[in-house]
């Protein structure tokens, strides 16, 4: 039975013993393993885990042995419901290809989240809001009203209970603040070129130097500008054919599979952050 399915996530400073000791506890529990994923990293010496499990009718004991063990070892762990939808609220400005990406797959079952509110500082998408049940705030923001702006977008995580917020082409910079609180919980998409193209009318820059590769980076937003943690990056070739409007839709195309890729591998409890890195179990 699905719903009796769990994913068991942990992160822990990498020694001897610790895949013998997470799977002896949930053997101890007759509990069967379906899919087990880890990984060792040499640099960090962090080791990182995931566990998809079943079939589980109480957890109760597994929580206390886990706990143990995860205070044994230094350990930080998560065990959540395979059905579990996590709360996510996403934030779009006037560019909506990545938002109704999102809507799509959310609204056909691809993508399991719950999005109960959306947060743009133009009011475009106040129709394709209401048109999927979803709350709208139109909250603009000035150089002026940035943190009191920002102040309002904590307060809806808060109310909502929300574990992500998803930057869907949000084109305004967060604050430091905003990075700090939170931290890891974050998820922005950009644009990203070999050579790289930065300021206004990237793609257009890039026609102007003849590019034959443009691509997207999604990734967890810190405090520096687009330099967070790499979840997913994606590339799309293009050739001398192509008007300055074609790299545009190429651009967006590639930018709504990476992001939507991202927040989905997220949700999946695939994503692991690993200091300025992450990893990704797929």
């Not at 206390?64 to 995860?70: E, V």
């Not at 691809?110 to 009011?123: A, F, G, M, R, Y």
């Not at 691509?215 to 054919?241: K, N, W, Y």
């Amino acid at each position: 039975m699905a719903g009796s399915d769990h994913f068991l996530t942990l992160s822990c400073p990498d020694k001897a013993g610790i895949v013998h000791a997470v799977t002896g506890l949930l053997a101890k529990e007759n509990l069967t393993i379906l899919d087990l994923q880890q990984f060792s990293d040499p640099a960090s010496k962090m080791f990182f885990m995931r566990v998809h499990f079943g079939h589980a009718t109480e957890l109760a004991t597994l929580q206390k042995s886990i706990a143990d063990l995860a205070k044994e070892m230094s350990m930080t762990y998560d065990i959540r419901s395979v059905d579990t939808k996590p709360k996510v609220l996403i934030m779009v400005s006037k560019i909506g290809h990545c938002l109704n990406d999102l809507l799509f797959r959310i609204k056909s079952g691809q993508l399991k989240i719950e999005v109960p509110v959306i947060v743009s500082n133009h009011p475009e998408f106040a129709d394709m809001a209401k048109a999927h049940g979803i709350e709208f705030h139109h909250l603009p923001v000035t150089k002026d009203t940035k943190a009191e702006q920002e102040s309002q977008i904590l307060e809806l995580i808060k109310k909502h209970n929300i574990e992500l917020v998803v930057l869907a082409r949000y084109m305004q910079v967060l604050s430091p603040r905003l990075c700090s609180e939170m931290s890891g919980k974050i998820i922005n998409i950009h644009h990203s070129f070999l050579p790289s193209f930065k300021g206004a009318k990237p793609y257009h820059q890039a026609y102007e130097r003849g590019v034959k590769i443009i691509g997207a980076t999604a990734h967890f937003v810190t405090a520096d500008l687009d330099e967070g943690p790499i979840i997913e990056q994606r590339i799309a070739r293009v050739d001398h054919a192509l008007s300055p409007n074609e790299l545009v839709v190429e651009g967006s195309n590639v930018e709504s599979q990476v992001l939507a890729a991202a927040v989905k591998w997220w949700s999946e409890k695939r994503v692991f952050l690993n200091g300025a890195k992450t990893v990704v179990f797929n």
